[in-house]
């Protein structure tokens, strides 16, 4: 079973607008990370927002903030503002077990956005 | 600010060679990992390692497949007698002890692997 799953392989935003990108996650382990990550056409991977799953509050950086819905197993990112320069492949990430130092990470399929001019 | 590098940025290889990817973590980070992401896919672990052995492992890291931390700063991984379906793009990525809750790991430019 998918772990990860990030139901839109592409999305189109006007540069200015927000936009909202799902991923919901699995697993019975009452303690995770959620994490989100960009990978520009270059190829690097930049991490952007983590999410713990004890945290009270939605996270927030800058222009991106996480809605997490635990009940729903979801963890959207929502990128405010978008600008061109947002254009890019991003993957959601889990990484299971709070405590376990060092987990490995699993991603998403990835969603490619492309911000119109 | 601290970045995981990685080097070769792309290699070209001959099927059954042996190749050697690098990296050098972020000097503080205590564990290390290798991701590799094959063109078009997801991004899939392969390894972690601390204290200097294999924390854990994916099923794609069979025997062909090893690490090393050689010296204070280099982190590497070899494959032994490469194959096409090893053509992707391997990923370094490094974390420090969690104290807060909160554990980025940060990931290196990557290695894109070529088996012809």
């Known amino acids: 079973a998918q772990k990860i799953t990030q139901t839109q392989p592409g999305m189109f935003v006007q540069e200015k607008e927000a936009v909202t990108l799902d991923c919901t996650y699995d697993?019975?382990?009452?303690?995770?990370?959620l994490f989100w990550y960009k990978q520009p056409s270059s190829g690097e991977m930049i991490f952007l927002i983590y999410q713990g799953s004890y945290d009270q509050q939605n996270a927030t950086e800058g222009r991106y903030s996480l809605n997490f819905q635990k009940a729903r197993k979801s963890a959207n990112l929502v990128i405010s503002a978008s600008q061109l320069g947002d254009s890019a492949m991003y993957f959601c990430a889990m990484r299971e077990g709070l405590r376990n130092q060092g987990g490995k990470l699993i991603f998403g399929q990835g969603t490619e956005l492309s911000v119109k001019p | 600010e601290p970045e995981v590098t990685q080097t070769p940025s792309h290699q070209v290889t001959q099927m059954g060679q042996e190749v050697i990817l690098r990296c050098v973590p972020i000097?503080?980070?205590?564990?290390f990992y290798w991701y590799r992401q094959i063109l078009g896919q997801k991004v899939e672990f392969l390894v972690s390692f601390y204290n200097n052995e294999i924390s854990e492992k994916s099923e794609i890291f069979d025997d062909q497949f090893s690490v090393e931390r050689p010296d204070g700063s280099n982190f590497t991984l070899k494959i032994r007698s490469t194959k096409l379906e090893d053509s992707a793009m391997y990923f370094c990525?490094?974390?420090?002890?969690?104290?807060?809750?909160?554990?980025?790991?940060?990931f290196g430019p990557g290695t894109r692997l070529t088996v012809l």
């Open positions: 000097s503080n980070h205590l564990y």
């Open positions: 990525a490094s974390s420090e002890v969690w104290t807060s809750g909160r554990e980025e790991q940060f």
């Open positions: 697993t019975s382990d009452p303690s995770y990370g």
